[in-house]
C-alpha cells in the first residue's frame, strides 16, 4: 500500500537577543537592580534566547567599581561590559553597545531598568515573530503623572514637535527602551546624534526608511525616580534638535 509521507513540523528557532545598557555615574545599588531585573526578564524568555547584556560604562567617574563588575559577572553569566574613560553621551554608548552586539535582536534600556519587565519580554516576542523591525516604548498618562511640571511640559512639547516638524507618526520618541532587528541595527547604526536625541534621530532615520515600527505601551515602576534635566544639557539637546531638523 502506497503511503503519502508525512512530515513532522519543523521546531521554531529561538532567536537571540542582547540586552544593551548603557551608564554613567550610576546611583548606590545599582547592580542588585539591574541584576535583579535581568534575571526577571531571563526566566520570561526562551531557553537559550538571552545572549549577552551588555553593560556600557559612559566614561563614569563614580559607581562603577572593579568589584561591582566582578558581582555582576558572577550572578550574571552572560554579563560583558565595555568602557572607555571620557563620557560621550548616551547615545554614544548605546551605539557602542549595539556595535558590539552578536545576536540576530538587540534591545536597550537604562541601567535602573525603568519599566516593568514585561515589557522587554513583550519586545523580544514581537521582534522574534517578525511583527516589526523596530519596537518603541509608549509611554500612558502614569508615566506623565510621575513627572516635573517642568518635565512633563519638555516632554509632551516634544512629542507635538515631533509630528509637527518631522511627521512622525510615533511621535513618543525618549522613552528609553526600544528594540530592533537586523534591520533595525542597521539603521541605528547611522545615527550621528551622541546624547538623549539619539532616539529621535533613530526614529525618524527608521520611518524614512520604511521600517515596521511598533509602539507598545509600557509601565514605569513606581519607586523610579525621574529628575529634570540640567539647563546645560537642555541647550545641547537644543542643538541637537536643530540638527535633526537640518538632516531630515
Known sequence: MHRTPTFAKPMSVVKTVDIIIPCFNPRNGWEQVLSEGILRVKRG??????????????????????????????????????????????????RMGIQSSEAELQIYTDVDIPYVEESMIRFYEVLAQNDCDVVVASRGDSYYDSLSGFR?????????????????????????????????????????????????????????????????????????????????????????????????
Open 45 to 94: 524568555l526562551p531557553a537559550g534566547a538571552l545572549g549577552s547584556v551588555i553593560l556600557v560604562n559612559d566614561g563614569s567617574l563614580s559607581g562603577v567599581s572593579d568589584e561591582i563588575v566582578a558581582k555582576l559577572t558572577r550572578e550574571t553569566p552572560e554579563f560583558k561590559v565595555l568602557e572607555y574613560p571620557k563620557n560621550m553621551g548616551k547615545g554614544y554608548a548605546v
Open 152 to 248: 512633563r511640559i519638555l516632554s509632551k512639547s516634544l512629542r507635538w514637535l515631533n509630528g509637527l516638524l518631522f511627521g512622525l507618526k510615533i511621535k513618543d520618541t525618549q522613552g528609553g527602551l526600544k528594540g530592533m532587528n537586523a534591520a533595525g541595527r542597521e539603521v541605528f547604526l547611522r545615527t550621528q546624534v551622541n546624547r538623549y536625541l539619539f532616539d529621535l534621530e533613530f526614529i525618524q532615520k527608521a520611518s524614512k526608511a520604511g521600517l515596521r515600527l511598533l509602539a507598545i505601551d509600557v509601565r514605569l515602576k513606581p519607586d523610579i525616580i525621574l529628575p529634570s534635566p540640567s539647563a546645560t544639557v537642555l541647550l545641547k539637546e537644543l542643538h541637537n534638535f536643530i540638527r535633526l531638523l537640518i538632516w531630515r
